[in-house]
């Protein structure tokens, strides 16, 4: 299934002709020879934009931004704090075409994801007339369990149902065997699965190392396809079972296109957290995609003083008061922070202790993100900012809540 060896290319091969038949019989094509035409050029176009993004990575390197300032809550719309500059960093020529490259998988380090362009993280160019649909009958159950898998999924859940229905129906149903490597660290990735039934264990690096196991309900296999990178872990089968399998194409169109719009709502905004300021763009793009809406209601506490919690806050909308609690146990308002303020960022480096309350004023819609969602998409945020010793330096000495 994977470019790795030649087994593999046969059975890439026989993936490919078993979806193109699928997909065959449930279009039913008047004209064989378009759809058969489209079909490839698709898979062409996905794979050389993978390549794309993996000889922009290789070759080059990325731009970087300037330090931001160390203004502890900023008031910034995210929507409006979007700059069109950003765009320098993508190209989109096609110079690819024929040339023959030798892949020489990139192992990931330390448990840091391998890198990925910044061309690679903008959803693939095609218009729709392009696009042919999949509509893969299931039954109720069978939608169900993908819908629920797919819900928990930090790339899923904030797309809407009708882009949820379209992923049901693209799904297709794949057969393991007991140790079939359904991914293997390092390749192409082509699939994204979520696991119907079976388990499956998943290995990093050249030791190794088993991260975690899948059972039924578990999904894996979205990070290459949504950063162009090669496979990020190893990926293979306890026992028989079954998996849902999602195309590249398919979750290009749908999950990438709608995550380029949050990565265009929060760029700039991630920019100015002290924090995160030694990410490139790429990085602060993996930020956006992985933040999760949360909501709290009038008097709701989002974070509580001498509390613990590994979560860090930027406001979308609404308003949240600050308090403070001294030592006399005498409490008082110390800020108002607003939208596009954030707040709770040090959970992300240390275990310690928030420094004071925060509470909705009224409706609160914030996105948040805790440490370990962060460092399974980026390694670990310590080594991050001691790119910039500078910029580490005057963290360490912050004290914000
Ligand atoms: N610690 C981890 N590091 C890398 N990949 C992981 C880890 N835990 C789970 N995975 C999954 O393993 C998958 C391997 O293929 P992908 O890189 O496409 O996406 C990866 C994730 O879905």
């Not at 008031?75 to 989109?92: C, H, I, R, W």
């Not at 023959?100 to 192992?107: D, L, Q, Y």
């Not at 790429?282 to 979560?311: H, I, M, P, S, W």
Request: hydrophobic letters at 35%; glycine letters at 6%.
């Amino acid at each position: 299934m994977e470019f790795i060896s030649d087994t593999s290319t046969e059975q890439e091969f026989a993936d490919i002709i078993q979806e193109l038949t699928q997909d065959f019989y449930y279009q039913k094509p008047d004209d064989v020879l378009q759809f058969c035409t489209n079909f490839f050029q698709s898979r062409l176009s996905s794979q050389r934009s993978f390549w794309r993004g993996y000889i922009t990575e290789t070759f080059t390197s990325h731009p970087t931004e300037s330090s931001p300032s160390l203004t502890p809550a900023l008031v910034q719309d995210p929507l409006e704090a979007y700059s069109s500059d950003e765009e320098d960093v993508f190209e989109d020529e096609d110079t690819f075409e024929n040339e023959m490259i030798e892949f020489t998988a990139p192992i990931s380090n330390r448990g840091r994801r391998t890198s990925v362009s910044a061309e690679s993280m903008t959803p693939l160019a095609r218009g729709d007339k392009d696009y042919i649909q999949k509509i893969i009958p299931k039954t109720n159950a069978q939608k169900e369990q993908i819908q629920a898998a797919i819900r928990n999924n930090f790339l899923f859940r904030n797309l809407d149902e009708n882009q949820h229905q379209d992923i049901i129906n693209a799904m297709s149903e794949k057969q393991v065997l007991p140790n079939e490597v359904v991914i293997q660290q390092g390749a192409i990735g082509d699939y994204f699965y979520i696991v119907g039934s079976g388990q499956l264990d998943c290995y990093i690096n050249s030791d190794q190392q088993k991260v975690t196991t899948y059972g039924p309900g578990g999904s894996f296999g979205e990070l290459a396809l949504m950063y162009d990178s090669p496979r990020a872990a190893t990926i293979v089968s306890v026992v028989s079972g079954v998996l849902w399998a999602l195309d590249r194409l398919t979750f290009h169109r749908i999950v990438v296109e709608h995550a380029s719009h949050r990565r265009q709502m929060y760029e700039s905004f991630l920019a100015e957290v002290p924090i995160l300021a030694s990410l490139d763009a790429c990085e602060r793009f993996k930020v956006a995609d992985a933040l999760e809406y949360v909501c709290f209601e009038e008097g709701e506490t989002v974070v509580q003083q001498n509390g613990f919690g590994d979560n860090f806050y930027l406001i979308e909308s609404g308003d949240a008061l600050v308090y403070q609690t001294d030592v006399d146990g005498i409490q008082k308002e110390v800020n108002c922070l607003t939208k596009g303020a954030y707040f709770g960022e040090l959970a992300l480096l240390h275990d310690i202790p928030r420094a004071a309350t925060v509470i909705a004023q009224g409706r609160l819609r914030c996105a948040t993100l805790g440490k370990r969602g962060f460092s399974r998409l980026l390694g670990p945020i310590l080594d991050i900012l001691k790119r910039n010793s500078e910029n580490y330096a005057k963290v360490l000495q912050t004290t914000t809540i």
